[in-house]
C-alpha cells in the first residue's frame, strides 16, 4: 500500500530533481524574488515620458522587470546545460556542433540583454 507512494517520492527527490528545484530557487533569488514577495510592487513605474516596465533605482523594481531578469537568466543557464551536452556527445559532430552553436547564441544574447537592461536602468 505504501510502497508504490515511496517509489513515487523516491522519483521527485532524486539528485536530479532536486539539483533543478535548487537551481530554479537560486535564479528566483537572485533575479529579486524575495523583494517580488516581500513588497509587491506594480508592473510599470512612472517615468519621463509616461511609463516603464523598469523602476529608474538602484532600490526598487519592478513585477515586470523580475519576470524579465529571471527568464534571461534562464536562458543562460539553458545555454551552458546545451554547451555541456554539446561537449559530453563529441561522437555525433553535427548534433554537438547545433547544441555547441545553441549554447553559445543563448548565454551571448542572455549577457548581453541583462548588460542592457543593466545599463538602461542605470543611466
Not at 528566483?28 to 523598469?54: D, E, I, K, N, Y
Request: proline share 2%; aromatic share 14%; net charge positive.
Amino acid at each position: 500500500m505504501f510502497g508504490n507512494g515511496l517509489s513515487r517520492l523516491r522519483g521527485i527527490l532524486s539528485r536530479r530533481a532536486i539539483t533543478i528545484l535548487a537551481v530554479f530557487f537560486m535564479i528566483f533569488l537572485t533575479s529579486g524574488g524575495v523583494f517580488l514577495l516581500v513588497v509587491q510592487p506594480g508592473a510599470m513605474a512612472p517615468s519621463s515620458t509616461g511609463t516603464s516596465f523598469m523602476a529608474m533605482s538602484s532600490t526598487s523594481q519592478t513585477t515586470t522587470e523580475f519576470f524579465v531578469a529571471f527568464f534571461l537568466t534562464v536562458a543562460g543557464m539553458a545555454g551552458f546545460v546545451l554547451l555541456e551536452g554539446a561537449l559530453r556527445r563529441s561522437f555525433d559532430l553535427s548534433a554537438s556542433k547545433m547544441k555547441f552553436l545553441m549554447g553559445l547564441i543563448l548565454i551571448v544574447l542572455s549577457i548581453g540583454l541583462l548588460e542592457f537592461l543593466f545599463y538602461a536602468k542605470f543611466s
